[in-house]
């Protein structure tokens, strides 16, 4: 099984929105599937390009379920609701920088980012991480998408962001397609 984690920013331009969901179709007819967090913005989108074949992370019951449509025709494969589980909540204490200011909310949100790397259940890791998201000077993928990206970067799962120049060369390299 082929997996790639869809995540990014909640603020997404209209390009961004077009890019990531014929993107993720894409991904999705060459047999992956897509694993994301229901935020806004980038996520959803992603989760739209699919058309069913995705695993939905969220972190806690019904998290944005008016934003995603759960009955639509291209409902995904799954939804886990995981953000207590004891997995993820160990990996904000080991990849956030500053996990004791996180409400408990912001922590089931950063936990939620683990599995959509990790997978869960009978789904296995990413393959890849692809995002769209802010970047730091130094090149560090920023907000809640960031755990996410720290998360795979210590286990060798390349990251994509498509707000970096290089992307679809990555991509090509990544997944040979």
């Given at each position: 099984?082929?997996?790639?984690?869809?995540?990014?920013?909640?603020?997404?331009?209209?390009?961004?929105?077009?890019?990531?969901?014929?993107?993720?179709?894409?991904?999705?007819?060459?047999?992956?599937?897509?694993?994301?967090?229901?935020?806004?913005?980038?996520?959803?989108?992603?989760?739209?390009?699919?058309?069913?074949?995705?695993?939905?992370?969220?972190?806690?019951?019904?998290?944005?379920?008016?934003?995603?449509?759960?009955?639509?025709?291209?409902?995904?494969?799954?939804?886990?609701?995981?953000?207590?589980?004891e997995k993820?909540?160990?990996?904000?204490?080991?990849f956030h920088?500053?996990?004791?200011v996180l409400?408990?909310?912001?922590?089931?949100?950063?936990?939620?980012?683990?599995?959509?790397?990790?997978?869960?259940?009978?789904?296995?890791?990413?393959?890849?991480?692809?995002?769209?998201?802010?970047?730091?000077?130094?090149?560090?993928?920023?907000?809640?998408?960031?755990?996410?990206?720290?998360?795979?970067?210590?286990?060798?799962?390349?990251?994509?962001?498509?707000?970096?120049?290089?992307?679809?060369?990555?991509?090509?390299?990544?997944?040979?397609?």
């Amino acid at each position: 099984m082929n997996a790639f984690a869809g995540i990014g920013s909640r603020e997404i331009t209209s390009y961004e929105k077009i890019l990531i969901n014929k993107v993720s179709s894409l991904l999705c007819q060459y047999n992956y599937i897509l694993y994301s967090g229901n935020a806004d913005g980038a996520d959803i989108t992603f989760q739209e390009g699919s058309r069913g074949q995705c695993v939905v992370f969220l972190p806690w019951d019904r998290f944005n379920i008016n934003k995603f449509d759960y009955t639509n025709k291209w409902k995904c494969r799954q939804y886990f609701e995981v953000g207590h589980e004891e997995k993820g909540f160990k990996s904000v204490e080991d990849f956030h920088p500053n996990p004791k200011v996180l409400s408990v909310y912001a922590h089931a949100l950063m936990t939620r980012n683990y599995f959509q790397v990790m997978g869960y259940d009978r789904y296995p890791k990413v393959d890849f991480v692809l995002c769209c998201a802010n970047e730091d000077k130094k090149g560090n993928v920023q907000g809640g998408t960031g755990q996410a990206c720290r998360i795979a970067k210590s286990l060798n799962i390349p990251v994509i962001n498509i707000r970096n120049p290089n992307w679809k060369e990555l991509l090509k390299t990544t997944h040979g397609k």
